[in-house]
T-cell receptor
Framework: ELKVEQNPLFLSMQEGKNYTIYCNYS?????LYWYRQDPGKSLESLFV?????AVKQEGRLMASLDTKARLSTLHITAAVHDLSATYFC???????????FGSGTQLTVLP | DSGVTQTPKHLITATGQRVTLRCSPR?????VYWYQQSLDQGLQFLIH???????AKGNILERFSAQQFPDLHSELNLSSLELGDSALYFC?????????????FGQGTRLTVV
């Protein structure tokens, strides 16, 4: 059974600081997704990582994938308040390529 | 806007009742996935349909069922509702099945069972 673990679960950081969210998964997969969710809202796709060594950047967020270590990271650079949200990683697998989600990291950026 | 439409957005109902949640996938997408998001269980896969046929089941209770119609919209039926069924229910659609294609999520239906 595919398991996806994220840490930390909660993250409070000061504006302007850098931090990294980690996502480990238990079995081989060739796609990893990062989503953002604002309270009560839908899941917004941030990144789709397709292969070992993939790195994608959008604004202050950068995601990477190491398939050998079964690890993805989401790095936040010079955080701003607008980044406050819950971030999920998800790995696809199973017969229907359904997504298995991590528990989410609730990020709060403090002024 | 992802192009996936879910109705209703909010639903409040009593224990023991039955409700139907509706999902219209993006134009051209043949796959529909249903997920449940609750505080204690997180985001969990429920069931997948492709072009009208059920393809995979996840942690879906026997009280729950789904179908996908010829026009590709899908409905999730929840019956004999319990307080613990209160959650946000998402559907997602993707182009195909069996090959990894990105899934796009609807806005969700928030179900509250009282």
């Amino acid at each position: 059974e595919l398991k996806v673990e994220q840490n930390p679960l909660f993250l409070s950081m000061q504006e302007g600081k850098n931090y990294t969210i980690y996502c480990n998964y238990s079995t081989t997969s060739d796609r990893l997704y990062w989503y953002r969710q604002d309270p009560g809202k839908s899941l917004e796709s941030l990144f789709v990582l397709l292969s070992n060594g993939a790195v994608k950047q959008e604004g202050r967020l950068m995601a990477s994938l190491d398939t050998k270590a079964r690890l993805s990271t989401l790095h936040i650079t010079a955080a701003v308040h607008d980044l406050s949200a819950t971030y999920f990683c998800a790995v696809d697998g199973g017969s229907a390529r359904q997504l298995t989600f991590g528990s989410g990291t609730q990020l709060t950026v403090l002024p | 806007d992802s192009g996936v439409t879910q109705t209703p957005k909010h639903l409040i109902t009593a224990t023991g009742q039955r409700v139907t949640l509706r999902c219209s996938p993006r134009s051209g997408d043949l796959s529909v996935y249903w997920y449940q998001q609750s505080l204690d269980q997180g985001l969990q896969f429920l069931i997948h349909y492709y072009n009208g046929e059920e393809r995979a089941k996840g942690n879906i209770l026997e009280r729950f069922s789904a179908q996908q119609f010829p026009d590709l919209h899908s409905e999730l039926n929840l019956s004999s509702l319990e307080l613990g069924d209160s959650a946000l229910y998402f559907c997602a659609s993707s182009l195909s099945w069996g090959r990894a294609t990105e899934a796009f999520f609807g806005q969700g239906t928030r179900l509250t069972v009282v």
